[in-house]
Structure formats: structure tokens, C-alpha cells
């Protein structure tokens, strides 16, 4: 197991603490898990039950709150269209984004870690503040001032100091970058760690399908972690020979903010000069995610597309869930939104899986307007 730097393939121990390679490019983990699916008989039900997969050695440093395995729902819509939803808004803080904090918070305490910096639009920094506060990490955790207030009062209840950003998400992400310089960016797009825990999502899913894949995935896309997490995931699994197929990626952007979108419809798209307008949809508002080039590659890889939904259909979609019994966030509507989409375009019958990805609660006073 290694860091490799993307552009020059230069490589890094993992004893070390560091989260980018030299002119800061990218890291990715060269990881190959050994696991098998008998293993994991016995076991609690948790994303630590797939504990050969994930690149951990000690499991006595393991920062966890029994977090995964969420619920995967059969769920009708008003149209008769069916899919399978995973229940990702009933992590301990609130959204998936836990699955990814775990890991890479478990990291950074064997690194011996005593202080970290982040960005976020709310979920990402709530959950490394929640997973940093039991590993008695300080955090510093950068938002743009405009986040919603329930996200700020949980990462504040944390104890995380927290750092308002007067601009957009991009701008917050500069700021936060600049102080991961002297300090560890605990970060869901740099850190590579953080994908291989939002990649658990794939060994459940294909656990509850009795490990087979579905034919589909639809997933939303803002800085890219549930999109390479899962892709990592099914990719592995399909290597060690678990299932015998990737499912598509369908990824879900908002119209007022689409930088994978345009850039696999618009030839000579720019995504460095893009700038998005503001929309409900907060989580996946990401103009010039680091990552686009991977984001891109896994929905070609896998056949799949990017849908743009726009905000009137999010909060429609949001009623729907809502008079269904499911209180989400806006951006969780978002990706349901985008579900709808694919689903009423397909001429076939698929297996078809989305998922709520974060709780109404962390909303409160943007869904206040919404009723």
C-alpha cells in the first residue's frame, strides 16, 4: 500500500503526513484489498465489517461510531417508477459523508494528527468535526458564510472552530487551502483516504443484493466523493471477481451549476474560467471540483451520463419525499430529482439505485421556505 502522485506517478509511504505530492498534485491510495464475502459472517453491521477492503492496519485505531450499512428501500414514485434508495441521511451526523470521515479521521490519528483544516458546504464538515471530536483532534473547519445554519451550529457543537468565508464554495475552498499549509487538510476531494470509505457504499449495496451489482446507480455530483467512492468500490469488487458487472454512473448536477456536465457536452469547455449561480441544491454547487478529470472518467468508464435537474424540480421532489414520509435535505431532492429523470427515459426495466444522501435537519430554514 502507497500514495502515488496522478501526474508523476511519483510515490509516497503512507507513514508520512501529508495529503497532496510535490507542486500539491493529487495523491490516490494504491490499494488492493484481499476480501471475501464469507468473512464477514459474524460481524457487526457496519462499513468496518468489509475491514479487508479498507486500508487500515490497526484496528485499535479505528475511529468509529458503528457507522453503515444503512437501510436499502424499495421506494414508488407518483409516476410508478421504482427504485432502490439507500438510507445514507441516518449516519451518526446526518449524511454519507460519515463514511468517508472514519477512515480517513482513523488515519489521521495513526499519523498522530493533533490539529487539521477543512472545507465544506456544511455535511463534509460536520462529519469530520464529529469524527475528529472523538478522536480528540482540533479541527478548524472553513464554510462559506452563506451555509445553512443548522450545518454551522452541529460543527459547532463539535467544537470545531469555524471559519466563515465571505464568497462562494470555491473561494472557501481557496482559503481553507491556504491553511492546510501549515497544518493537515483533512479534505474529501484531496485526501484519498476519504474515498475509501464513501466506497463501502458499493460492498453494501452488493451485500444487500446478495452480492450482485445493480445495473445503475445514480449518484449526485459535487466535489466527487460518493462518484470515485463507489467506482473504487464496484471496481474492486468486479476485480476480485465478487460480481460480474459496474454499474452505470448517472451523475447529478444543477443546472445553475454543471462543470461535469459541460464538460463532457461542450467542446472546449474551460472548467478553470466556469463560474456557477446560486442554486437550493448547496451540496453539489462545486464549480471547479479538483477532481472533474476522475469524476468525468468514472461515468464514461461505466457507460453512464450526467442529468441536470433545476431547482423547481428539486423542491418538487422534495414534497414528494416529504408527503412519502422522508425528510432530506434540498441537494438529497436534487439527486432524487435527476432519479426520476433516468428513470422515465429508460426503454428497459433496470436495477436501479439512488440514495437520500442528507438529513432535512441540517436545512431547516431553507425547507421553511419551501412549506
Not at 6 to 23: A, R
Not at 138 to 145: F, G, Q, R, S
Request: aromatic letters at 10%; proline letters at 5%.
Amino acid at each position: 500500500m502507497q500514495l502515488i502522485g496522478q501526474n508523476s506517478n511519483t510515490v509516497y509511504p503512507t507513514n508520512l503526513k501529508i495529503w497532496h505530492g510535490l507542486n500539491f498534485e493529487l495523491l490516490d491510495l494504491d490499494f488492493s484489498p484481499k476480501f471475501d464475502p464469507r468473512k464477514t459472517i459474524n460481524r457487526a453491521y457496519n462499513l468496518w465489517r468489509y475491514r479487508e477492503a479498507i486500508p487500515i492496519d490497526n484496528e485499535a485505531e479505528i475511529v468509529s461510531f458503528e457507522e453503515g450499512f444503512t437501510p436499502l428501500l424499495p421506494i414508488t414514485f407518483k409516476d410508478g417508477k421504482s427504485a432502490l434508495i439507500k438510507q445514507e441521511y441516518v449516519f451518526p451526523s446526518g449524511s454519507y459523508k460519515d463514511r468517508g470521515a472514519s477512515i480517513l479521521i482513523t488515519q489521521a490519528k495513526h499519523l498522530g494528527i493533533k490539529h487539521l483544516v477543512q472545507d465544506s458546504s456544511g455535511n463534509a464538515g460536520a462529519s469530520i468535526a464529529t469524527y475528529a471530536r472523538k478522536a480528540n483532534i482540533a479541527c478548524d473547519i472553513y464554510v462559506p458564510a452563506d451555509t445553512s445554519a443548522a450545518k454551522i451550529t452541529q460543527i459547532a457543537a463539535m467544537g470545531a472552530t469555524i471559519i466563515k468565508v465571505q464568497g462562494n464554495r470555491k473561494q472557501t475552498a481557496l482559503q481553507a487551502f491556504e491553511a492546510a499549509k501549515v497544518s493537515y487538510y483533512a479534505s474529501h476531494c484531496f485526501n484519498p483516504y476519504f474515498f475509501h470509505g464513501t466506497k463501502t457504499i458499493a460492498y453494501e449495496i452488493c451485500e444487500q443484493l446478495d452480492w450482485k451489482a445493480p445495473d445503475s446507480i445514480v449518484l449526485p455530483a459535487g466535489n466527487g466523493t460518493l462518484i470515485l467512492g463507489a467506482h473504487i468500490g464496484f471496481l474492486e469488487l468486479y476485480n476480485l471477481g465478487i460480481i460480474a458487472k459496474i454499474p452505470k454512473i448517472i451523475a447529478i448536477q444543477s443546472v445553475h451549476c454543471c462543470p461535469i456536465f459541460n464538460w463532457m457536452n461542450i467542446p472546449q469547455f474551460n472548467i478553470n474560467h466556469y463560474e456557477a449561480a446560486e442554486t437550493i441544491a448547496e451540496g453539489i454547487a462545486i464549480p471547479n471540483p479538483v477532481r472533474a478529470i476522475e469524476m468525468v472518467e468514472a461515468v464514461k468508464q461505466t457507460q453512464g451520463t450526467v442529468l441536470l435537474v433545476t431547482d423547481d424540480e428539486i423542491k418538487n421532489t422534495w414534497k414528494e419525499m416529504a408527503q412519502a414520509g422522508f425528510f432530506i435535505e434540498p441537494t438529497s431532492a436534487a439527486c432524487i430529482a435527476g432519479l426520476n429523470q433516468y428513470l422515465n427515459g429508460l426503454t428497459k426495466a433496470e436495477i436501479c439505485v439512488s440514495l437520500f444522501s442528507g438529513s432535512g435537519l441540517k436545512s431547516i430554514e431553507k425547507i421553511s421556505k419551501l412549506l
